[in-house]
């Protein structure tokens, strides 16, 4: 059965309903080997399983294990500084070749919900969420455990090859 996701400014392409957590660790173990693929059309993050499935023409085709999330990785970011990592539908709205992190990919967080909460609540709902590789002045390795203000790390050969194979207008699902 197909799913039309919804984006949030651009209309997402067609995927295959992608699976419950925490059948999704299990769908990343069958992930077969793929015609060669050059662009991912969809992003779906698992926060409590810390992976990430990337799919192209509606199939999984490659997965990422061991993400790092803001400080507080449980719920949905509300408000700046809070150091959660979204939960939503969103898009990847375009790159910074020259972060203060090995390349960034941005995610269109706050979208119009979230920013009308944080205003009914008084606050800012943040925003700068980005999926990146580690810190420049780290000179090898990755960070331990969970460090960044919300954003997604991986390491820097995955955002490098995120970075080739994920276009701008790509939908990004990160569930709880």
């Not at 790092?68 to 939960?87: A, L, M, S, V, W």
Request: hydrophobic share 35%; with cysteine; charged share 25%.
């Amino acid at each position: 059965m197909l799913l039309v996701l919804a984006g949030c400014a651009n209309p997402a392409p067609e995927v295959a309903e992608a699976p419950a957590a925490p059948r999704l660790a299990r769908e990343a173990e069958r992930i077969a080997p793929q015609p060669r693929f050059t662009k991912l059309d969809y992003l779906l993050v698992d926060k409590s399983e810390r992976l990430m499935i990337g799919y192209a023409g509606g199939q999984p085709v490659k997965a990422w294990r061991d993400l790092q999330f803001g400080d507080e990785p449980q719920g949905h970011k509300r408000f700046e500084g809070d150091e959660r990592t979204p939960e939503g539908r969103y898009v990847i709205e375009g790159r910074n070749p020259g972060s203060a992190y090995h390349l960034s990919l941005k995610v269109s967080y706050p979208n119009a919900e979230d920013r009308a909460f944080a205003r009914s609540q008084g606050r800012s709902p943040g925003g700068d969420i980005f999926l990146h590789g580690q810190p420049n002045s780290l000179p090898f390795g990755r960070m331990p455990g969970d460090w960044t203000d919300g954003c997604i790390a991986l390491s820097n050969d995955e955002i490098e090859e995120l970075w080739r194979i994920v276009p701008d207008g790509t939908v990004i699902e990160i569930r709880p």
